[in-house]
């Protein structure tokens, strides 16, 4: 695996100093982030589905990526002139307000599509069939799954694997089905769903950290 730099490793020093107990997972940690990383050098995009608790952790993520995280993202200079020459006013307003993103698409949202594929084909699909839609090959699919058994997520996660999408797991210390498919999984050490969803949270958050530094700096 390749090495983290300083910085980066850094970040991972501070979540496992906060969660000591998280230090029994660090490799995989930088597997997954690293996974990211890729993805998004090569123009990708993370695709993200849970249920309950993990369904919020996936629009979560969505937020925390497609907008500062901590630091500020602002648009290149050219494209602010872009949007100035196009309208003095409101292209200088956006100029100052839009930030520059890493494209997350929670498979949870889109209530229409989803609503209407549960409706009219199947409950359990649903993931898979945004997945379908929504991923090319080169992308990530993060699957979160307090049980790593998981039904629905289980299906995105073979649709992912055919379309050539990477596939990361997020779950508890047992793991279940999507741990032993997963390209890397991330089995964080609790059983109970609650402590693991706690255990989530400073996980995904390291990631965007991490993610915002390499990509827009501190």
Same mark, same amino acid.
């Given at each position: 695996?390749?090495?983290?730099?300083?910085?980066? #490793?850094?970040?991972?020093?501070?979540?496992?100093?906060?969660?000591?107990?998280?230090?029994a $997972?660090? %490799?995989?940690?930088?597997?997954?982030?690293?996974?990211?990383?890729?993805?998004?050098?090569?123009?990708?995009?993370?695709?993200?589905?849970? @249920?309950?608790?993990?369904?919020?952790? #996936?629009?979560?993520?969505?937020?925390?990526?497609?907008?500062?995280? +901590? @630091?500020? +993202?602002?648009?290149?200079?050219?494209?602010?002139?872009?949007?100035?020459?196009?309208?003095? $006013?409101?292209?200088?307003?956006?100029?100052? @307000?839009?930030?520059?993103?890493?494209m997350?698409?929670?498979l949870v949202?889109?209530?229409?599509?989803?609503?209407?594929?549960?409706?009219?084909?199947?409950?359990?699909?649903?993931?898979?069939?945004?997945?379908?839609?929504?991923?090319?090959?080169?992308?990530?699919?993060?699957?979160?799954?307090?049980?790593? @058994?998981?039904?629905?997520?289980?299906?995105?996660? $073979?649709?992912?694997?055919?379309?050539?999408?990477?596939?990361?797991?997020?779950?508890?210390v047992?793991?279940?089905?999507?741990?032993?498919?997963? %390209?890397?999984?991330?089995?964080v050490?609790?059983?109970?769903?609650?402590?693991?969803?706690?255990?989530?949270?400073? $996980?995904?958050?390291?990631?965007?950290?991490?993610?915002?530094?390499?990509?827009?700096?501190?």
């Amino acid at each position: 695996m390749r090495e983290l730099d300083k910085t980066l #490793s850094g970040h991972l020093d501070t979540l496992i100093g906060r969660h000591p107990s998280l230090g029994a $997972v660090r %490799d995989e940690i930088a597997a997954a982030y690293l996974a990211m990383e890729e993805c998004y050098e090569r123009g990708g995009k993370l695709l993200i589905a849970g @249920n309950g608790g993990s369904a919020a952790d #996936s629009e979560h993520i969505a937020g925390e990526l497609m907008k500062r995280f +901590r @630091n500020p +993202r602002p648009v290149p200079d050219e494209f602010a002139e872009r949007l100035k020459s196009i309208d003095p $006013v409101r292209g200088a307003q956006l100029a100052a @307000n839009l930030e520059r993103g890493l494209m997350a698409i929670p498979l949870v949202a889109h209530e229409a599509l989803t609503t209407a594929y549960i409706n009219d084909v199947d409950g359990l699909g649903v993931f898979a069939q945004q997945l379908y839609g929504f991923g090319r090959k080169g992308d990530v699919f993060l699957g979160i799954s307090t049980s790593g @058994n998981s039904r629905n997520v289980m299906y995105a996660a $073979v649709t992912a694997r055919a379309l050539g999408i990477c596939v990361i797991g997020l779950t508890g210390v047992e793991g279940g089905e999507l741990a032993e498919f997963a %390209d890397v999984a991330v089995k964080v050490p609790e059983t109970e769903t609650y402590m693991i969803q706690e255990l989530h949270l400073p $996980v995904y958050h390291c990631w965007c950290l991490m993610l915002e530094e390499h990509f827009f700096g501190s």
